[in-house]
């Protein structure tokens, strides 16, 4: 694995662009959700939420050109893939459910990330730094599902909860089938690449 002058590989360079990259249509997500959204606490935290994606694209950004570099432009974003895999949205049920499985995706790959140790403390410093607004956006999409189980039933928050967990469990195989060896750096020893931990980590 080829490394750049600034010691980390071209695969990570590569990562760190695709988290960029993800984070920046989460932003776009999330400021066109909350442009739909009555008043009340769910704006203000759909509002707080693309205000964090956007933030954390800048923060990708510099720590990426503290490295020595600019961020690659790739092609699609990982959630370009779940219209295909669950098809649109149909209303606000559907929109959180596919943020819980997509955030519970995000910060599993970030703590993977920060857990390997050939992680330059750059890298380590701005992952730090994004997981402790991942875990509030689990927080708060959580509340919010809960919340939406007097108006569609729980069978309904079950059914929408279940259909994109397995949409994003087809989304993350196609992108390992496509991107897998850009990330096999994290995982040395093979060992499988789904995440068992906490996703909330510490309060």
């Known amino acids: 694995m080829k490394a750049t ?33 009555r008043p009340g606490a769910l704006q203000a935290d759909v509002t ?16 990426i050109r503290d490295l020595g570099h600019d961020a690659l432009k790739l092609g699609g974003a ?6 295909d895999a669950a098809g649109v949205p149909a ?10 499985a997509f955030e519970k995706r995000v910060i599993g790959q970030y703590h993977r990330h920060l857990r390997h ?19 509030w956006h689990i927080r708060y999409v959580r509340r919010a599902i809960e ?12 059914a ?15 992108h390992l089938a496509e991107h897998g060896e850009r990330m096999a750096f994290l995982l040395p020893d093979g060992s499988d690449r789904h995440d ?3 996703p909330e980590g510490p309060t």
């Open 196 to 198: 068992t931990h906490n």
């Open 91 to 100: 209303n606000l049920l559907d929109v959180l459910a596919v943020t819980q």
């Open 117 to 135: 140790e050939g992680t330059h403390s750059r890298v380590r410093q701005t992952l730090e730094q994004i997981m402790r607004d991942e875990r």
């Open 78 to 83: 990982y959630q370009d893939h779940y219209l």
């Open 160 to 174: 929408a909860l279940g259909r994109f967990a397995a949409a994003d469990r087809e989304v993350y195989a196609r």
């Open 48 to 63: 707080q939420h693309f205000s964090d994606e956007a933030a954390h694209a800048s923060y990708w950004t510099a720590c």
């Open 5 to 37: 002058a600034s010691g980390i590989s071209e695969n990570e360079l590569w990562l760190l662009s695709f988290y960029r990259l993800s984070e920046i249509n989460g932003a776009l997500f999330f400021g066109r959700v909350a442009r739909t959204l």
């Open 147 to 158: 919340q939406m189980t007097e108006r569609f039933g729980a069978d309904a928050v079950g």
